[in-house]
């Protein structure tokens, strides 16, 4: 069985260009998490769906950060426009249900220069 | 509001030594507690869980947790460890009905020869 799969693993980016982030969830799964993870800030959560609709939006990532679940296996996460400090490394996870175990991805790490 | 806190961000042991890694947390009920690894490049892995019941729970490779609702704490240990145990390790809390997921700053482990 798959596990949560995220493209690509690493990305560079000019500071002001777009940039998307892919991830596959566990097929089955209902719910999808979004995280970035910095040695400062740990974990920080970008973006929380749940059955495909958005649950939650992580509040101060609104700006620039956008996720999209188009399918229930299949969801993106646009960055625009990238600036430095979002350089760190993203982590898609899902779980079938809330408070159930959650899968990760192996995480994109984004350099934004 | 739903807090953990892991009081050591880095721990050095002996291979071979025991292993506790403190993880207290805040919230009025009983929670849902995980222990989530983390290697180099790789994402977060489940080591073990606890939901209800037998306050200590056996986790993959020797790992086991206590929980204390008392301490509101949920320390990870291990017998002995190994050098392939060198990791970051989270201790993560869910709350009943809630979708959330809360996370430590983690507690990196070194694991000297």
């Known amino acids: 069985d798959a596990g949560v799969t995220q493209t690509p693993r690493h990305e560079v980016a000019e500071k002001g260009q777009t940039i998307i982030l892919k991830c596959e969830p566990v097929?089955?799964?209902?719910?999808l998490f979004w995280y970035r993870q910095t040695k400062i800030q740990g974990l920080e959560l970008l973006s929380y769906?749940?059955?495909?609709?958005?649950?939650?939006d992580g509040g101060a990532f609104k700006d620039r950060f956008k996720a999209e679940m188009l399918n229930s296996s299949f969801s993106t996460l646009k960055i625009q426009p990238t600036e430095p400090k979002d350089s760190a490394v993203y982590l898609c996870?899902?779980?079938?249900?809330?408070?159930?175990?959650?899968?990760f991805g192996k995480g994109t790490r984004l350099t934004v220069v | 509001a739903q807090s953990v806190t892991q009081p050591d961000a880095r721990v050095t042991v002996s291979e071979g030594a025991s292993l506790q890694l403190r993880c207290k947390y805040s919230?009025?009920?009983?929670?849902?507690l995980f222990w989530y690894v983390q290697y180099p490049r790789q994402g977060l892995q489940l080591l073990l869980k606890?939901?209800?019941?037998?306050?200590v729970v056996q986790g993959v490779n020797g790992f086991e947790a206590e929980f204390s609702k008392s301490n509101s704490s949920f320390h990870l240990r291990k017998a002995s460890v190994h050098w392939s145990d060198s990791a970051v390790y989270f201790c993560?809390?869910?709350?009943?009905?809630?979708?959330?997921?809360?996370f430590g700053k983690g507690t990196s482990l070194t694991v000297i020869p």
């Open positions: 996870a899902s779980s079938f249900r809330g408070n159930t175990e959650v899968f």
């Open positions: 097929s089955g799964h209902n719910d």
């Open positions: 769906f749940r059955s495909k609709s958005l649950m939650e």
């Open positions: 919230y009025s009920g009983t929670p849902y």
């Open positions: 606890y939901y209800s019941g037998d306050p």
């Open positions: 993560v809390l869910s709350a009943p009905g809630y979708q959330n997921f809360y």
